[in-house]
């Protein structure tokens, strides 16, 4: 089988499609013939091994050698004890532990598919997994009339964040690049601010909820932000300022009636199949900014890290 593969951290440059064995379900796994594969963030920090948590499990060269999580597609074979899926079932999940989603099949544990809702094709399915968990989890206990900020807001977790958001009747503004200002727009937030030309930490007390995507700033600066009783979650962003929220942000929150850590995302089905049944009904709408094939991977994955994307960018396999 076709598969994208690199042996080092660095570049896209060090990617390569090979021929490669078709892998072997065991034991409570399924094999999946993959019919797309959206691109994550976390697949161009495992691509660079940077930030430094990309590297767990693989400190001097990578764990997996090809990468994709988020996959849909038809169950082709099943490992021993498996009862959830048998052979021509269409599923879609995020294999973040195994990875393998860049290629023409890949191997999965049972636990983390799901069946493919009939109203969504694989495309748009492919796109839900990691980024609805982290929307749904970030937006936990909004209210109406709350005021939300989603920092990186026109990316894949950011998009599906501005829209759930909305729907629980917050005022949203959304923070990304100049080029994503209409796209954020048109999600349904409120406002939206352009990161090169405005500090939202300086709105002192705007914000009841601030979910970060991208953190970089001080604990003081996202505490100055916060209205009080509000809360800060962040998810991704560079180790120090990471290790800041974890050890400074509970007391710096605590000590000024605000909550202020980082949002350990929970996985699995559950977690991302409510989101799913939302895009089904058509009240939350995937938003796929562009598709690439296998061949494709290392520009699909430079648009990804580069921040261009609007939404999700997704493989199509087969």
Request: hydrophobic share 45%; charged share 20%.
């Amino acid at each position: 089988m076709k598969a994208v593969v690199y042996d080092r951290y660095g570049s896209p440059d060090g990617l390569r499609v090979e021929d490669v064995p078709v892998p072997m379900p065991g034991a409570g796994q399924v094999r999946v013939k993959v019919a797309a594969v959206s691109v994550n963030l976390s697949d161009w920090e495992c691509l660079r091994g940077s930030p430094s948590y990309a590297r767990i499990g693989g400190l001097r060269s990578p764990a997996r050698r090809t990468l994709g999580s988020d996959i849909a597609g038809v169950v082709d074979a099943v490992g021993a004890g498996v009862s959830r899926f048998q052979p021509e079932d269409q599923v879609y999940g995020d294999n973040l532990a195994l990875k393998g989603g860049f290629a023409e099949y890949a191997v999965a544990p049972e636990s983390v598919l799901a069946h493919r809702p009939a109203q969504m094709t694989f495309a748009e399915a492919s796109t839900i997994p990691q980024a609805g968990a982290i929307a749904l989890q970030g937006t936990a206990g909004v209210t109406s009339g709350a005021r939300v900020l989603i920092n990186g807001a026109g990316g894949g977790s950011g998009s599906f964040a501005i829209q759930v958001a909305k729907r629980l009747g917050a005022h949203v503004t959304g923070v990304d690049n100049a080029g994503k200002l209409g796209f954020m727009s048109a999600l349904g937030a409120d406002e939206v601010i352009d990161y090169d030309r405005d500090d939202f930490t300086r709105d002192a007390g705007a914000y009841d909820l601030i979910l970060d995507l991208a953190a970089h700033r001080s604990v003081l600066a996202y505490r100055r932000a916060l209205a009080p009783g509000g809360s800060y979650r962040c998810v991704g962003g560079s180790v120090p300022t990471l290790l800041r929220v974890l050890t400074l942000g509970s007391v710096a929150g605590r000590v000024t009636g605000r909550r202020i850590g980082v949002l350990a995302v929970k996985q699995g089905p559950s977690f991302f199949e409510p989101l799913a049944a939302l895009c089904a009904a058509g009240e939350v709408s995937t938003h796929i900014d562009r598709f690439f094939t296998l061949d494709e991977v290392p520009a699909a994955l430079t648009r990804v890290g580069e921040g261009r994307a609007l939404g999700k960018v997704v493989i199509r396999v087969s």
